[in-house]
């Protein structure tokens, strides 16, 4: 594994432990019982055992019923509330002047024939009205026991007012007077009494129907549920939860779900350590990876309790798109196979989950292979998706049930959706190589268009250097195919890595007209800073457009800290007693630290090379080529690269048959002769 800062290390700790919390928090609680059914629907599962007797509960609704029935057999229990009357009747003495000596006698009377009936308040007039009941229990100052009352007597506090407005002797001089807040209700009920009478009842009547036996049949895959076995279903999950809870408390279940996500989140560290330590080494790329992994369980997690199925319209497959684009098809599908596991854990036929989007990850792969080369790529994706969801649900569900008859159509649906949002994709891959610096196959193969930007200068101002590029790219792109390289990434590394030589051309050999060389003029010194400065003016035209900078660092590597070996010859010979700086002679490097950057240095320095041979064979084409490369070898140019000696002879081979190729004569026309 490569080795981190102690930032870094504190940084991916902290990452990883808010990715583990984000995960177990959205992860769906005090669901023991994963089986989904609907009264009139096939049991999609196995058959049902039960493990240990359970009773069979009333259902909701029965319960809701029983408990209306029970609050219909209790006669409520009303108290005077002391004072309330006396005090409404000392307030409407205030319209003794306002109204006639008559109607304010006939309000007094009124009022007090009102109260002494009762008054509640509405919410009790509307309790009395819902279940029925025909009486009360009335409760006075004067008497003792309650005294039982017809409920119709017992008027609401809107009731009484409206009484006194419709008077028929002086209702219409009541009417501009604010009469209701003369009438308040003075009867209280007596909710003490209630409880306990309720409470009593209830203790009468059980809350189950029946018990179910341990070892007994509760269902079998193919059967319909019916209402009975419904309930016997929410039995036996009641059941379950209500173990759990008396089993375990809620922190070992939460201390269980943390170390379990955390070991499946690690296992990508793990993974990338391992096969991937280029990956293991960049922040941002296992930030992007896990991110995407746990973003995805989040939009599961929501999904699941939007609507039951609705975890297939989460487009996970858009994470293995743009792993496979940046990271690798490898690595792509064993995030891919992380993510379906924890997202598994949130759906609800989770071997089901499992088994589809397992499968819908090998297609994605395998579509794409080694990544996002181009637009039709995706669109392929998406349509095998489109097929293969559908394909392998059906057959899922074929074989568990024996019959398509009860598949779930919205789902169906749900699936074909997923497949049309995976066309995301191309936008996400933009951003992200945009936000994060990453690279993708399109982008290189657009970088490759010489009728462009900075090729298409260099096709028209070093043409020499053009040539000389195009050459470079073939010959290191066919090496990179034979070792396992990118050969797409070198290609356009090589295209790129000379173009620092657009600042002056003619200071170049490829570019200068026959007979002239500028570097006459010039002294050792000065051609050398000449000759090193393309290097550094290429980096600074990269980074000017705007290049990747994985494209950048070929331009930086494809000298490496080697010397300009044809001054640094000259200088020596021309000062035999003197001590060479090397510094000075040398490239500002570095090194190649990848097996691209290497296949590029060999490349380079062979095709250029071989144009300084004056007789071309075979055996000199491969004593040249072994002569170079060991050259780099022995001076340690590849002691940083990621590259082996078996990849590094595979590239020699490559480059002896290029270059064979590429100067082969071919065979001379005749003449033709007049006659």
Partial sequence: MSKLTTRQTLLRTLFMLAAIVLVCWFLPHNETFRYEYEVGKPWRYGRLTAPYDFPIYLSDSAIVQMEDSLRAQIVPRYTVRAGVQAKSLSEVQALRTRLSSDAYQHLLRLLERTYQAGIITGEERARLDRYG??????????????????SAQLR???????????????????????????????????TTALRIEYARLRQQISSTS?????????????????????????????????RMTLGASDTMVALGRLLLVALVL??????????????????NEVFVAVGAIVLMAVLTSLAHRFAVGAVYLVPIGIVTILLSTFHGSRSAYYCHIIMVLLCSFIAPSHFEYLIIQSIIGMIIVFSLKDGLQERSQLLKVCIFTAIGYPGIYLLYTLANEGTLVNVSWPILLMMEVNAILLLISYILIEAMEYVFGFMSGVTLVELCNLGKGLLLRLSREASGTFQHSINVANIAANAASACGANPQLVRTGALYHDIGKLRDPQAFTENQPVGVNRHEQLSVEESVELIKRHVTDGVAMAREAKLPNEIIAFIQTHHGCSQVKYFYIKWCNEHPDQTPDLQFFSYAGPDPVTKEQCILMMADSIEA??????????????????????DMINSGRFNNAKITFLEIDQCRQSFVHDLEAIYRNRIEYPTLQAH
């Avoid at 229990?137 to 017809?150: G, H, I, M, N």
């Avoid at 179910?212 to 009975?228: N, Y």
């Fill in 266 to 283: 690690c296992s990508v560290l793990l993974f990338f350590g391992l096969y991937r330590p280029w990956i293991y080494a960049s922040q």
């Fill in 133 to 150: 009941l025909p009486s009360a229990l009335l409760l006075t100052e004067d008497e003792e026991s309650p005294v039982t009352v017809p």
């Fill in 609 to 630: 090379a071989s144009k300084s041979l004056r007789e071309v064979t075979p055996q000199k084409l491969s004593t040249l080529v072994d002569g170079i490369i060991r």
């Fill in 210 to 242: 029946g018990l179910v036996l341990a070892e007994s049949r509760i269902i079998d895959q193919g059967e319909i549920v019916t209402p009975h076995t419904y309930d016997v279903l929410e039995s036996y999950r009641r059941e379950q939860q209500q």
């Fill in 156 to 190: 609401s506090e809107r009731q009484a007012y409206e009484q006194l407005r419709s008077d028929s002797l002086h209702g219409r001089e009541y009417a501009p007077f604010a009469l209701q807040r003369y009438v308040v209700a003075n009867l209280e009920l007596d």
